[in-house]
């Protein structure tokens, strides 16, 4: 680290020098919000794929839904191929630039962003030959946590981190040069990256909230609150170590939620259109209408009043000098509360639940849920502090 150190104030006190650094947080900067646009492109195709299985079927392999998706996930692992090609050219022309990157296999540079991404973007690009097979050998199948439907989806939610490490790395090399302009909006980005990676993986947690349920003969274990008190606390608290600004959190479960209405307002006339192109019919019998997103009324509400609570108890642990376990217990209090199944469509289902599971059961997977967010703070707090730090 020292040594990157040192490199950065010889980088900064040659003129020869600065402009080839700028480059570098410039092209991070324009191919991270390209590779952040896949990933949100990806989650409004998913979101249309998803309302087109359920209401109408599977017809043939390339419809406009799935060729949105592809088109996503094109864009993020060209834009992150890029990155690395570009960067490994210089490198080979200016040596002293190689303290701002990440080599691999000893012949490419890039940032650590524009690997993660890449290989995500690779690993949802061979998710999705493999999920059309699967759906000839099987048919229909409306069920998210298929085993190549997980794959593709978790790929992009994964774009989206790796979208963030680019825009993490832009905006500190930035505000090196003093390009405050520069800085706020790759921060801006970071917070729309972290938003489009909790929208990804929120549409995972579909089935969980309603279905999936561990029976262990004793007490019935709902894996929801688990599985979302992973996500929530790794995305959120990651993002309030790794941005200094205040209501960090608050901002992205509000763009995560906008991103909800986004989803409402375009799926379902998209859906109509593509029917009445493709000359077909909605499946009957279906227990709510195309005209309303299915995506978007199973989105979790109750996360608003965790990302609020969690930027007040953060702000006030800095000011009161609070100790990291009294932190922490409160954090994964709060992270649990956020992490109980609220869909738009039913924001009492954890009352619905006690009833269903019992008071046993619904105790047990609360316990388990606080693991989740345990485990998703833990994360969430190391990961911030990689990017607080994070140069390459």
């Given at each position: 680290?020292?040594k990157?150190?040192?490199?950065?104030e010889?980088?900064?006190?040659?003129?020869s020098l600065?402009?080839s650094?700028r480059?570098?947080?410039i092209?991070?900067l324009?191919?991270g919000?390209?590779?952040?646009f896949?990933?949100?492109?990806?989650?409004?195709?998913t979101?249309?794929?998803?309302?087109w299985?359920i209401?109408?079927?599977r017809?043939?392999?390339?419809i406009p839904?799935?060729?949105?998706?592809?088109?996503g996930v094109?864009?993020?692992?060209i834009?992150a191929?890029m990155?690395v090609?570009i960067?490994t050219?210089w490198?080979r022309r200016n040596?002293?630039?190689?303290?701002?990157?990440?080599s691999?296999?000893?012949s490419?540079y890039?940032?650590l962003?524009?690997y993660?991404?890449?290989?995500?973007?690779?690993?949802a690009a061979v998710?999705f030959?493999?999920?059309?097979y699967?759906?000839?050998?099987?048919?229909i199948d409306v069920?998210?946590?298929?085993?190549?439907?997980v794959?593709?989806v978790?790929g992009m939610?994964i774009?989206?981190?790796?979208?963030?490490?680019m825009l993490v790395?832009a905006a500190h090399?930035?505000e090196?040069?003093?390009?405050?302009?520069?800085?706020r909006?790759a921060y801006?980005?970071v917070?729309?990256?972290?938003a489009?990676m909790l929208?990804?993986?929120?549409i995972?947690?579909?089935d969980a909230?309603?279905d999936?349920?561990?029976?262990?003969?004793?007490?019935?274990?709902n894996v929801y609150?688990?599985l979302?008190g992973i996500?929530v606390?790794l995305?959120l608290?990651a993002?309030?170590y790794?941005?200094p600004?205040?209501w960090v959190a608050?901002s992205i479960v509000?763009?995560y939620?906008a991103f909800?209405?986004?989803?409402?307002?375009f799926?379902p006339?998209?859906t109509y259109w593509?029917?009445a192109?493709?000359h077909?019919s909605?499946r009957?019998?279906?227990d709510s209408?195309?005209?309303?997103?299915?995506?978007a009324?199973?989105?979790?509400v109750?996360?608003i009043i965790?990302?609020?609570?969690?930027?007040?108890?953060?702000?006030?642990?800095?000011?009161k000098?609070w100790?990291p376990?009294?932190?922490?217990?409160?954090?994964?209090l709060?992270?649990?509360l956020?992490?109980?199944?609220?869909?738009?469509?039913?924001?009492?289902?954890p009352v619905l639940?006690?009833?269903?599971?019992g008071?046993?059961?619904?105790v047990a997977?609360?316990?388990?849920?606080?693991?989740?967010?345990?485990?998703?703070l833990?994360?969430?707090?190391n990961v911030?502090a990689s990017?607080?730090s994070?140069?390459?």
């Amino acid at each position: 680290m020292a040594k990157a150190m040192s490199g950065v104030e010889s980088l900064g006190d040659s003129s020869s020098l600065a402009p080839s650094l700028r480059a570098v947080w410039i092209q991070r900067l324009t191919l991270g919000f390209i590779t952040l646009f896949g990933s949100l492109l990806f989650f409004l195709g998913t979101s249309w794929d998803i309302q087109w299985h359920i209401f109408v079927g599977r017809d043939r392999t390339l419809i406009p839904p799935h060729q949105m998706m592809l088109t996503g996930v094109a864009l993020s692992g060209i834009a992150a191929l890029m990155a690395v090609i570009i960067e490994t050219v210089w490198i080979r022309r200016n040596a002293s630039l190689e303290h701002y990157t990440t080599s691999f296999a000893e012949s490419f540079y890039g940032s650590l962003g524009a690997y993660i991404a890449g290989f995500a973007a690779l690993n949802a690009a061979v998710a999705f030959p493999l999920d059309a097979y699967w759906h000839a050998l099987y048919g229909i199948d409306v069920a998210i946590w298929a085993p190549f439907h997980v794959m593709f989806v978790m790929g992009m939610a994964i774009v989206a981190l790796g979208a963030t490490y680019m825009l993490v790395s832009a905006a500190h090399l930035a505000e090196r040069a003093g390009a405050v302009k520069a800085k706020r909006a790759a921060y801006m980005g970071v917070i729309v990256a972290m938003a489009t990676m909790l929208s990804n993986l929120t549409i995972l947690l579909f089935d969980a909230m309603f279905d999936h349920a561990i029976n262990l003969q004793v007490v019935t274990v709902n894996v929801y609150p688990v599985l979302s008190g992973i996500v929530v606390a790794l995305i959120l608290i990651a993002a309030t170590y790794a941005i200094p600004w205040r209501w960090v959190a608050t901002s992205i479960v509000s763009i995560y939620l906008a991103f909800a209405g986004i989803v409402a307002v375009f799926v379902p006339p998209a859906t109509y259109w593509l029917v009445a192109l493709e000359h077909l019919s909605f499946r009957p019998n279906q227990d709510s209408s195309p005209g309303l997103a299915a995506v978007a009324l199973r989105w979790p509400v109750g996360l608003i009043i965790t990302a609020i609570l969690i930027d007040v108890f953060m702000r006030r642990a800095q000011r009161k000098g609070w100790s990291p376990r009294k932190l922490r217990a409160i954090l994964i209090l709060v992270t649990l509360l956020g992490s109980l199944p609220m869909p738009v469509i039913y924001p009492l289902l954890p009352v619905l639940l006690v009833n269903d599971l019992g008071i046993l059961s619904f105790v047990a997977s609360l316990l388990v849920g606080l693991l989740g967010a345990y485990v998703g703070l833990w994360f969430g707090r190391n990961v911030g502090a990689s990017m607080r730090s994070l140069e390459r």
